[in-house]
C-alpha cells in the first residue's frame, strides 16, 4: 500500500515514521496554542513552518501522497504566516487545530494499516483574503529575533590522545563561555567512558569566528567544521533535525523491559550471595580464613555494582514527564471552549522523570482531575469579573520529585469547593447521615468527594459526566501505590495532590510468613511491629483490638484476609497505615525487610483484590506482594474505636 | 491444532501433527508441540487469595512467576491437583502459563488423516475448545485449544462470579 518501488516498508519503517510523526504534530499543536494566546515570534512560526515540512517529507518518503498534499498545504499556511502575507486570527488558529485533528486521524488509520489518502484536502487560505484588513487579528507580541545564531560545531581529538574525554571536556567548557550549548554528542554527563574521536554539539552563539579561537588554547582537539544550522526553510531531508537528534537512541520498551527484568534477577542472586556470606561469617572472625574475607569483599562490591546498574537502568525506564502532560493544553482549551470558559493550563516541572509504566497509568486519571477542574472549579467569565478575578481561568499542572515519590498538582483558581453543597449531595445519595454530616471537619467533606457513588449520572455533562468519579481516579492511584488529596480555599481555588512512587518494579518490603505462605508488605506502608500479650490484645464488640500507645487499632488475622485457615495464637502483628488509617495485621512470623523485585501475576489472574503482585525469595520461594490499602478498606468502613 | 487461523488447516494427506500427549484423570490430551516450551516436574504451588477456581496458583519457574492453571476445573474432570505430577509450561493466549497434568506420556506425530471432529454428542459451547479427537495406538486423545479453553475473560468472569455471592 505504501511503496511504488521495490522498496516495502517494514514494521519498524512504519514504527519510525509514526514516532517522528507524533513529535511533529505535537510541536504544531503546542504552536497552534501559543498562537492563540498570541505569545509567538519568528521562531515559532518557523518551527511549525519546519515540522509540516519534515512530516510532509516522510510522508512522501514512505509513500504516504495523501498525507503528504495535506501537509503541503499546511506548510503553506505556515509559510504565508511567516512571510507575514495572513494574519493569525481565531479562524485561522481553529483551522491548524481542526487541520492537526485531521492528521491525527489519518496517522491512526495508516497505524491501523490503512492508507489514509482519501481525505480532504487541507482547507487552503487565500493569502489575499486572509490578509485583508479591520477583521479579528490576533496581536501578536513579537519577539525581537534574537542576534544568536545556532551552529554545529564539529570537534575532532587527535588519535594518540590518551583521554578524549578530558579533551572534549575541556573543549565544552569553553565554548559554554563562548554562549549556550543546546545539546551535545557525546552529552557532557556522560563523557566519563568517552572513547570516541569526534564531537558534535549545537553551540548558541552570536559569531561563528569566536568558537576558533575558544578552542585555540587546547591540545590534542581541533576544530573540524563550524556551520550554521539551517534557520532558512530546511532544503528536502531537513539537516536540522537530524543533528539534533544525535543526542538520544531510541530502545524498544521491551528491551527495557528485558533488561529490568534480568537486573531484577542479579538483585535477587546478590541477596541470595550476602545472605550466604553473613551465614558463614557466624561462626568465626574472617581473618581466619583469607579466602572467606575476600568472598565477603566481592559480596560487597557485587552489591554496590547491582544498585548501580539497578540505578541506572531504572533511570533508562524513566521519561520526562513531559510527555504525558504536553497532551493536555489541548484538552483544557477545547473543554474550556466547549463550556464558554476562558481556561489556560500552565505546565511546571516538565522535567520531572517518571517510570514509563506509571507514566501510561497516569493519563485517564489526569484527564479526569482537569475535566473536573475546567467543569467544576473555573467560574464562568461573568462570575469571575464579579469576583474580580482575571476573565481567563488558569489552571496549573505541576510535577516535582520528593524522596522517591513525584508529587504532581493539578491547581486551579476557580471558586473552590462548596462544601454545603458537597454535604448536601452526599445526603440526597445516602453516603452520609445528617448526624454524620453534622460532625465532619473541612477535610472530611473534601474525602467525600472520592466516595464511590458521589458523581451520579445526574450530573454527566459532556465534559467531566460519563458516571465516572473522582472515586475511580482514586482507584486508579491506588493501583499505582498512589495517593490522591484535595485542598481547597472557598473563593481561591482547589488543589488535587497526586503522590506516586517513582517506580513500582523495585520496593522495599517486609516479609511476614502466615502459616506457611510468605507475604511482602511494602516497607512504606508498615508503621510498627508489636509483639502480641495479654496485655496489648483486646476484645471489643466481639473485634480483636490492638492497643498500642493509648491508641486502640482494629487487628485482622492475615491468613483470614486471604481467605486462608484461621491461625491460632500467631505472636506478631504488624501496623500498617496510610494517611490516618491504620490497621494491625496478625502474623506468625517475621522474616525481615528486603529489597524485592515485584512481578506480575501475569494477565490471566489480572487484578487481584488484595494484591499488587508476586515476588521471588532468595531461597527461591514465592512470596505475594500484599496491597496494604486493600485491608484499610475496611478499616474505614468499621467503626473508629478511640480510646482516650 | 491452533495455527496463525486457529484451526486445523490439513495440508495434503501426508500432513501430520506433532502433539504433545499428557493424561488428566485418566484422559490423555494433546496440545500442539510448539505451544509447550517446556515440561518440568511439579515444584511448590504458591496459593494466589481471590483468584479464579481454575487458577491453582504461581510457581517460580527460574525467576519468572507464572500461574498455574488446572485444566480439571475447566474440563469439568472432578479430582483435584494434589495428584498432578508435572506442569505443562505452554504458551496461552501469547502469556506463558503452567498447566497441571498427571503425567506426560510422549510427544506424537498423528496424521491429520486420523483426527475426527468432536462427536456431535459432545458438541455445544462447552466444548469449543475440543479441536478433534485423534486416534492413537493406545486409545483415544482429546486434542485441545488450549487459547480457547483458557481465555483469561471467562478466567476473571468466573472470579467475579465468587466474588458476587
Known amino acids: 500500500m505504501a511503496s511504488d518501488g521495490g522498496w516495502t516498508l517494514t514494521d519498524d519503517d ?27 515570534g519568528p521562531e515559532l512560526l518557523q518551527a511549525m513552518f519546519r515540522a509540516a515540512h519534515t512530516l510532509k517529507g516522510n510522508s512522501g518518503m514512505i509513500g504516504e501522497d495523501g498525507m503528504a498534499g495535506y501537509l503541503h498545504n499546511m506548510e503553506a499556511l505556515f509559510d504565508d504566516l511567516r512571510g507575514e502575507r495572513i494574519a493569525v486570527t481565531p479562524a485561522l488558529v481553529q483551522q491548524v487545530l481542526s487541520g492537526i485533528d485531521a492528521l491525527r486521524e489519518m496517522l491512526a488509520q495508516f497505524a491501523q494499516g490503512a492508507s489514509p489518502s482519501a481525505v480532504q484536502p487541507m482547507p487552503r487560505e487565500d493569502p ?6 479591520g477583521g479579528d487579528v490576533m496581536p501578536a507580541h513579537v519577539q525581537e529575533p534574537s542576534a544568536q545564531r545556532r551552529f554545529v560545531v564539529t570537534l575532532a581529538v587527535d588519535a594518540e590522545c ?82 539534533a537528534a544525535t543526542q538520544t537512541v531510541r530502545v524498544r520498551v521491551d528491551v527495557l523491559d528485558k533488561l529490568m527484568n534480568l537486573v531484577g534477577e542479579l538483585v535477587l542472586d546478590r541477596t541470595r550471595i550476602s545472605d550466604l556470606v553473613a551465614g558463614l561469617d557466624g561462626g568465626k572472625p574472617h581473618e581466619e580464613d583469607e579466602r572467606q574475607a575476600e568472598l565477603a569483599r566481592a559480596s560487597l562490591h557485587l552489591g554496590r555494582v547491582t544498585l548501580d546498574l539497578q540505578e541506572t537502568i531504572m533511570k533508562a525506564r524513566m521519561l520526562p514527564i513531559e510527555q504525558l502532560f504536553r497532551r493536555f493544553p489541548r484538552l483544557v482549551r477545547d473543554l474550556g471552549a466547549r463550556s464558554g470558559k476562558h481556561v489556560h493550563l500552565e505546565l511546571y516541572g516538565q522535567d520531572t522523570e517518571l517510570d514509563r509504566m506509571i507514566m501510561d497509568e497516569l493519563g ?31 489552571i496549573a499542572l505541576r510535577a516535582a520529585t520528593e524522596e522517591g515519590y513525584v508529587i504532581i498538582d493539578v491547581v486551579d483558581d476557580g471558586a473552590g469547593i462548596d462544601q454545603e453543597a458537597v454535604k448536601r449531595t452526599a445526603l440526597a445519595r445516602g453516603i452520609l447521615t445528617p448526624e454524620q454530616a453534622e460532625r465532619l471537619t473541612q477535610r472530611e467533606v473534601e474525602d467525600l468527594l472520592f466516595a464511590p457513588g458521589f458523581s451520579t449520572a445526574e450530573e454527566v455533562t459532556e465534559i467531566s459526566g460519563r458516571g465516572v468519579g473522582l472515586d475511580a481516579v482514586r482507584a486508579s492511584l491506588e493501583r499505582l501505590s498512589g495517593t490522591i488529596e484535595v485542598l481547597s480555599e472557598p473563593g481561591r481555588g482547589t488543589t488535587f495532590r497526586l503522590r506516586i512512587p517513582l517506580t513500582l518494579a523495585i520496593l522495599r518490603a517486609l516479609l511476614v510468613r502466615t502459616g506457611d505462605e510468605v507475604y511482602a508488605l511494602p516497607i512504606g506502608a508498615v508503621r510498627q511491629i508489636v509483639k502480641l500479650s495479654e496485655r496489648n490484645l483486646h476484645t471489643a464488640h466481639g473485634r480483636p483490638l490492638l492497643s498500642d500507645r493509648g491508641s486502640l487499632i482494629g487487628l485482622q488475622s492475615l491468613s483470614r484476609v486471604f481467605e486462608g485457615p484461621e491461625r491460632e495464637g500467631e505472636p506478631f502483628a504488624v501496623v500498617v497505615g496510610a494517611g490516618d488509617r491504620q490497621v494491625a495485621l496478625r502474623v506468625g512470623a517475621l522474616m525481615g525487610e528486603r529489597e524485592i523485585v515485584l512481578k506480575s501475576l501475569g494477565d490471566f489472574l489480572g487484578t487481584v483484590p488484595g494484591l499488587t503482585g508476586a515476588t521471588i525469595l532468595g531461597s527461591g520461594e514465592l512470596a505475594l506482594v500484599a496491597d496494604v490499602r486493600y485491608f484499610l478498606r475496611g478499616a474505614a468502613a468499621a467503626p473508629k474505636e478511640q480510646a482516650t | 491444532m491452533s495455527g496463525p487461523g486457529g484451526e486445523l488447516q490439513p495440508r495434503g494427506e501426508d500432513w501430520e501433527l506433532q502433539v504433545v500427549l499428557f493424561e488428566i484423570e485418566g484422559v490423555t490430551y494433546g496440545v500442539e508441540v510448539d505451544r509447550v516450551l ?69 510427544v506424537a506425530r498423528i496424521p491429520v488423516a486420523s ?12 466444548v469449543r475448545y475440543v479441536e478433534g479427537i485423534a486416534k492413537l495406538e493406545g486409545g483415544l486423545c482429546v486434542l485441545l485449544d488450549l487459547d480457547l479453553a483458557l481465555r483469561p475473560e471467562e478466567l476473571l468472569a468466573v472470579r467475579g462470579d465468587l466474588d458476587g455471592k
Open chain 1, 14 to 40: 512504519r514504527q519510525i515514521f509514526l514516532v517522528e510523526a507524533e513529535e511533529m504534530v505535537q510541536v504544531l499543536e503546542e504552536g497552534a496554542l501559543e498562537l492563540e494566546r498570541g505569545g509567538y
Open chain 1, 128 to 133: 489575499a483574503a486572509a490578509a485583508s484588513p
Open chain 1, 162 to 243: 590518551a583521554m578524549p574525554a578530558v579533551r572534549v571536556f575541556q573543549a565544552y567548557q569553553e565554548l559554554s563561555r563562548l554562549g549556550r550549548i543546546e545539546g551535545a554528542d557525546p552529552q557532557q554527563d556522560s563523557l566519563s567512558n568517552f572513547q570516541g574521536r569526534s564531537a558534535t554539539l549545537v553551540l548558541s552563539v552570536e559569531r561563528a569566528d569566536e568558537v576558533e579561537g575558544a578552542l585555540a588554547g587546547l591540545e590534542e582537539i581541533h576544530l573540524e567544521s563550524v556551520k550554521e544550522q539551517a534557520a532558512a526553510p530546511a532544503s528536502p531531508g531537513g539537516d536540522g533535525e537530524r543533528e
Open chain 1, 364 to 394: 485517564d486519571p489526569l484527564t479526569h482531575i482537569l475535566r473536573n477542574a475546567v467543569d467544576h472549579g473555573i467560574e464562568c467569565p461573568e462570575l469571575r469579573m464579579l469576583a474580580g478575578k482575571p476573565e481567563e481561568g488558569r
Open chain 2, 38 to 106: 517446556e515440561v518440568i516436574l511439579r515444584p511448590e504451588v504458591s496459593r494466589v487469595p481471590s483468584a479464579a477456581a481454575c487458577v491453582e496458583g504461581v510457581i517460580n519457574l527460574r525467576g519468572s512467576v507464572i500461574p498455574v492453571l488446572d485444566l480439571r476445573q475447566r474440563l469439568r474432570l472432578g479430582g483435584d491437583a494434589s495428584r498432578a505430577t508435572h506442569i505443562v509450561i505452554a504458551l496461552v493466549q501469547g502469556t506463558v502459563a503452567g498447566l497441571s497434568v498427571d503425567g506426560v506420556l510422549q
Open chain 2, 115 to 126: 483426527v475426527a471432529p468432536p462427536p456431535a454428542a459432545i458438541t455445544g459451547p462447552d
